[in-house]
């Protein structure tokens, strides 16, 4: 089992407890917990398999029982994308495993990266969204939930089945797709008309952070990508549970504590985003200098975005507030002193 | 010889199920897949695994015949673009799976092509649940089968898993989006 992908699926019981603790109504409380526990099993089991396609056939369960559950699309809409993601990557691995030209080998690269954007549901492939829908049974459950574990599995996996080159160019797919995500959802949650679209664009420029960071090959992008992947699990994820009630009822304020998760999303000091971003732009310089450029000025993209996030936060009260600053704490801790998080991954 | 048969059949059945909207169609395209894959399975997985695989599409198969929009409706009008999709992804597929890929098991590798290409376009382009089901089980047999390219001797726990996805996925229960 790779240790970072064990990591990611605890970090994802842990961010099933703190949406417990911000999820509004009761009964939406129980059928969160049901979902999230069925959807964990189901990541831990992409984890725990011994082989890629295993892997592929379990995410594939899953997609089917994401798609059957209750919500505002139809079974067709909420399955097509993680299906195209497990065709691509079926395709991609068999590329990978035959011997051919050259081409074969580029091919099965590009087929890899796009089926992991696919099935996370990043551009060039997004989903269609409904702002009403229930964060369980939206995009965001691939996105922050399943999403990143199976990245994880995904990216290991097909570093060992690719020879050299193609490794080089299912890395330089990455970082392409990476940063197409990263311009484009950090604009996009700037500029989009709903709040709740603002709050999937975010979610969407932060994989184009991760995919940068899995794309570099070196330790440092390698740490960088699970940082990352950290505050969109334990950092992104339950502030969006957390603001959903202050979304629907419209509510702005600007007091300090949404200035707070302002920072906290925009990757400021002493936030985990911000010691991803050093990291990235750290392995960035070490592989091509230019790229680390191009990284810091996509960056400060995210800053219109996270104000506009942050007032959308609300002034949390009760279980809310304990939850909210539980998740900025842990935020600032891995963000002050990462090592033991990387240590735990063996990076 | 078999492993071209098998090749083919599986061409035809996933093509059956790109041309069909009624349940018999789609029934017949899981049957003549699934037999298609088995067949072409046969020599890399073993018997026990390829008639795993056969089982699994003829459950799907089965209970497509009892479920979904009535009647057979291969080829219903409007249907032009869809059979250049079969004709020209099969030709594609094989093209790649024989002469820009080599070595043996040729006919597993557009077996495995032409099916991932030809379900996942129709689970793409398709809103009907049944439709989009039936393109999931017989994708979940193909993905299956290239286990079979990767391993020298393949563990039968893929075989069986996409087996069970494949039998069990036309029972899952869906519900009607709710309205705005």
Redesign the interface.
């Known amino acids: 089992m790779r240790p970072e992908a064990v990591e990611l699926v605890a970090f994802a019981a842990v961010a099933l407890v703190l949406a417990l603790l911000v999820a509004q109504p009761a009964a939406s409380r129980r059928s969160l917990l049901f979902r999230g526990v069925v959807g964990l099993a189901g990541t831990a089991a992409v984890v725990a398999v011994p082989?890629f396609?295993?892997a592929?056939?379990?995410l594939?369960?899953i997609a089917?029982?994401h798609?059957?559950l209750?919500?505002?699309?139809?079974?067709?809409?909420r399955?097509?994308l993680p299906?195209?993601g497990?065709?691509l990557l079926?395709?991609g691995?068999?590329?990978a495993?035959?011997?051919?030209?050259e081409?074969?080998d580029r091919f099965a690269a590009v087929g890899l990266a796009a089926g992991l954007a696919a099935l996370v549901g990043l551009l060039p492939y997004i989903h269609t969204f409904?702002s009403?829908e229930p964060a369980s049974s939206s995009p965001v459950a691939w996105l922050a939930y399943i999403g990143p574990a199976a990245a994880a599995v995904i990216v290991a996996d097909a570093q060992g089945l690719l020879t050299a080159d193609a490794g080089a160019a299912f890395g330089a797919s990455l970082v392409g797709v990476g940063i197409l995500n990263m311009v484009w959802g950090s604009v996009a949650a700037w500029l989009t008309e709903t709040t709740t679209a603002a709050w999937r664009y975010s979610f969407i420029a932060d994989w184009g952070l991760a995919l940068c960071g899995f794309g570099i090959t070196l330790a440092d992008g390698k740490r960088a990508a699970l940082v990352v992947l950290f505050s969109i699990v334990l950092g992104r994820l339950p502030l969006y549970l957390a603001s959903r009630e202050a979304v629907r009822g419209k509510v702005v304020t600007e007091r300090p504590i949404n200035l707070l998760v302002a920072a906290a999303l925009a990757g400021s000091a002493p936030f985990a985003g911000f010691s991803a971003r050093v990291l990235l732009l750290r392995g960035a310089t070490q592989l091509y200098w230019p790229l680390a450029l191009v990284l810091a000025a996509g960056m400060l993209l995210w800053l219109p975005a996270s104000l506009r996030l942050g007032r959308s936060m609300g002034v949390p009260r009760g279980r809310h507030a304990l939850g909210v600053a539980a998740v900025l704490a842990l935020n600032v801790a891995v963000g002050l002193y990462p090592l033991p998080l990387l240590a735990a991954a063996m990076l | 010889m078999v492993e071209g048969a098998g090749a083919f059949l599986a061409w035809a059945g996933a093509a059956l199920i790109v041309l069909s909207d009624g349940h018999r169609g789609l029934a017949l395209g899981t049957f003549v897949a699934a037999a298609g894959i088995a067949l072409v399975s046969f020599s890399t997985a073993g018997a026990l695994a390829s008639t795993v695989l056969g089982l699994g599409g003829l459950i799907s198969g089965a209970r497509r015949l009892t479920t979904g929009p009535p009647g057979w409706a291969i080829m219903p009008p409007g249907s032009t673009p869809r059979l250049v999709l079969c004709v020209a992804g099969g030709l594609v597929a094989l093209w790649v799976g024989v002469a820009v890929m080599s070595g043996d098991d040729g006919g597993l590798r557009f077996a495995v092509i032409a099916v991932i290409g030809l379900a996942g376009a129709r689970a793409l382009a398709s809103e009907d649940t049944p439709t989009v089901l039936t393109a999931v089980s017989v994708l979940a047999l193909a993905v299956a089968a290239a286990v079979g390219l990767g391993a020298e001797s393949p563990n039968i726990v893929p075989y069986v898993f996409a087996a069970a996805i494949a039998a069990t996925s036309s029972w899952i229960p869906t519900r009607k989006p709710r309205a705005a």
């Open positions: 082989t396609d295993l592929l056939l379990v594939l369960t089917l029982l798609a059957a209750e919500g505002k699309r139809t079974f067709a809409v399955l097509r299906l195209l497990v065709g079926t395709l691995a068999l590329f495993r035959v011997s051919g030209s081409v074969v409904d009403d």
